[in-house]
């Protein structure tokens, strides 16, 4: 049905094609478009044709997304690294000039970075995916403050001039920067539903956060397990959304909703532990899809690092990799590796981390003072 700005499908996910959802709504009418398409080229990929018929797909989903943009909207199109037979098909570097044909203007080619996954026997693992962010225009919304992040040293001081001794960055923290490292939605992982390819709800919660405000108007074409629907209703934003696979549909009413099947069963263990949290009954008493142990886990015992602490695992990692490979070359003597703590017993990462930055701060203390 055709709907105008009075009569929009708020907060619905509708069960049906992107297009159809897509050409039913009005011109500029929704403040940000985050979604991560499906790649339907699967194991049936074996010609140039087929990527191109999904391209055009594409594109005629994204003239129609930046139809219905307002002209402050931003748009997010999630991409992973597409690999065939080990060919790779860098899908981003096709969507690039198709997102510049539909007149929007490119800001960010976001990394979303990976510590685990496939080790590849005849090339370089892949360890990242992209997130490509284009605007309507040149007058976007970007609220830098909602989305701060910690400084690496937080009481670093100017050492001369005028502004000696006053803080050089800014206390409430910085740009957290186009290199993201929120943890994929795999196995022990508290929102995992049946979806294979969820976003993390943190991950969408950043897009949002900066480029909207409350009440604004938030559009998911491919909705899967309805991530973004629950992440805009929990920061009081409407949401728009279609998907058209009925058992991922499902998902995602379950996910909003947020109270059992009638088998006392949740979509995934962030929603059980939410109803339990706000209802104060005994956990004992529901399950969720993916459970693979006999009871649920109380959110108090289970363990939860941000999305700093992780990156600042892969920038160690990486630094010890390469430094065993730079003493390889050279022959000299190999660096212990620092979570082995030099006797095969793990150190935590978190006692590390706190110790550098002190380590630093001591020796910058000493040449400033
Ligand atoms: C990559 S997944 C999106 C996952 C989602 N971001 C989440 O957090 O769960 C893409 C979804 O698009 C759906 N889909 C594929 N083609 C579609 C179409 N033409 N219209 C609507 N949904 C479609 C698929 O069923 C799949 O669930």
Not at 19 to 28: G, I
Not at 73 to 79: A, E
Not at 193 to 206: G, K, M, N, S
């Amino acid at each position: 049905m055709k709907t105008n700005k009075e009569n929009l499908p708020l907060d619905e996910i509708l069960l049906e094609d992107s297009l159809q959802l897509l050409s039913n709504l009005p011109d500029e009418c929704v403040d940000l478009v985050v979604s991560s398409p499906p790649y339907n080229l699967g194991k049936e990929y074996e010609s140039r044709q087929a990527l191109e018929i999904y391209l055009a797909e594409q594109t005629a989903v994204l003239l129609e997304c930046s139809r219905i943009l307002k002209n402050t909207g931003s748009l997010f199109w999630q991409i992973g690294a597409f690999s065939d037979r080990g060919m790779l098909i860098p899908l981003d570097i096709r969507f690039f000039p198709i997102l510049e044909s539909c007149r929007l203007i490119p800001r960010n080619r976001i990394i979303w970075a990976r510590q685990h996954g496939l080790h590849a026997q005849k090339k370089f693992s892949c360890r990242h995916e992209t997130i490509l962010w284009f605007t309507k225009s040149d007058n976007y919304k970007f609220n830098l403050d909602a989305i701060r992040v910690p400084q690496k040293y937080q009481n670093k001081k100017h050492y001369r001039g005028n502004r000696k001794g006053e803080l050089s960055c800014n206390p409430e923290g910085k740009n957290p920067g186009d290199i993201w490292l929120f943890r994929n939605v795999k196995h022990n992982h508290e929102e995992q539903t049946i979806h294979p390819c969820q976003f993390p709800e943190d991950l969408v919660a950043r897009i949002l956060l900066a480029t909207t405000n409350e009440n604004d108007i938030i559009l998911d074409p491919f909705m899967g397990s309805g991530t973004t629907a629950v992440v805009a209703r929990d920061h009081k934003r409407h949401f728009i959304g279609s998907e058209m696979e009925p058992k991922y549909h499902q998902v995602a009413l379950r996910r909003l909703s947020g109270n059992p099947d009638p088998n006392g069963c949740f979509p995934n263990l962030k929603t059980l532990r939410d109803y339990v949290e706000k209802t104060g009954q005994s956990i004992d008493k529901f399950k969720f899809d993916m459970q693979v142990g006999n009871k649920a886990s109380e959110r108090s015992k289970a363990k939860f690092y941000s999305e700093e602490y992780h990156l600042q695992e892969m920038e160690d990692r990486l630094i010890y990799e390469e430094s065993v490979f730079a003493a390889n070359l050279r022959g000299e003597e190999i660096p212990l590796d620092p979570k082995l703590n030099g006797n095969g017993k793990k150190t935590s990462l978190q006692n590390q981390i706190v110790k550098q930055v002190e380590e630093v701060e001591q020796i910058e203390l000493r040449l400033w003072s």
